[in-house]
């Protein structure tokens, strides 16, 4: 019986490295050769046959070997597509039951919440914006960068990490893009863990209702 409780009590809670590892689907499915931003690599199950909950520090374990296999292969634009299709796949699941968005900034803070809270465990700490376009998201503790050790001095050390920001980038693009804005994302670090994320949106996708 009490067994049974604890694996009920794992199914009802979130899961913070639940989009790090379902890059293993979406890998096995790119390198199978599927196309399209929007593939079908993860499928999107409804909340009531979520999967119980998995070791978030073996999903990260996962992800730098993902991320790995690409890089031994050169292959950096399959990276950030990986990272497209696992974003744009769980934000179908986080926004199932959503209301309709009626601005950028409504999406965009979604994803700062709810989004990242499923993605990394927790909110982002900060968000600006200049109203035209421009987001950058502080993450002052960011899960994938917490563990590193970084050179400065060294060009071959910073390049590592921004290695292992690419499925960051992605899973970002994917989020908005599925939400209805089309955009870049480019990330920066100056002292890690702390990372931001710079989004520019190019084309607004929403069609809201008056």
């Known amino acids: ?18 989009a790090q590892c379902r890059m293993a689907v979406a890998s096995r499915n790119s390198e199978a050769g599927a196309g399209g931003e929007a593939g ?11 999967r119980p ?3 978030a520090f ?27 299709q696992v974003g744009a796949k769980l934000v179908e699941r986080l926004a199932w039951d959503h209301s309709r968005f009626s601005s950028t900034l409504e ?7 709810e989004v990242w809270g499923a993605m990394f465990g927790k909110q982002v700490d900060k968000l600006q914006t200049n109203h035209r376009g421009v987001f950058v998201l502080h993450d002052n503790n960011f ?12 060009d071959e050390s910073l390049d590592e990490v921004k290695k292992f920001l690419v499925v960051p980038c992605g899973l ?21 863990p702390a990372c931001l994320f710079n989004v520019q949106v190019q084309q607004e996708l929403l069609t809201v209702n008056a």
């Open 172 to 192: 970002i693009r994917g989020v908005l893009t599925n939400l209805g804005l089309r955009c870049t994302v480019r990330a920066e670090f100056a002292t890690l």
């Open 107 to 113: 999406v965009v803070k979604f994803l700062c919440k």
């Open 143 to 154: 899960t994938w960068t917490a563990s590193m050790e970084v050179d400065h001095h060294s």
């Open 53 to 55: 909950d998995v070791s």
């Open 40 to 50: 079908s690599a993860v499928v999107a199950l409804p909340p009531q046959q979520r």
């Open 1 to 18: 019986a009490v067994g049974a409780q604890e694996r009920s009590s794992c199914r009802s809670r979130a899961c913070p490295a639940r």
């Open 58 to 84: 073996a999903c990260q374990l996962l992800s730098f070997e993902v991320v790995r296999y690409f890089d031994e292969r050169g292959a950096y634009g399959k990276l950030e597509q990986l990272g497209f």
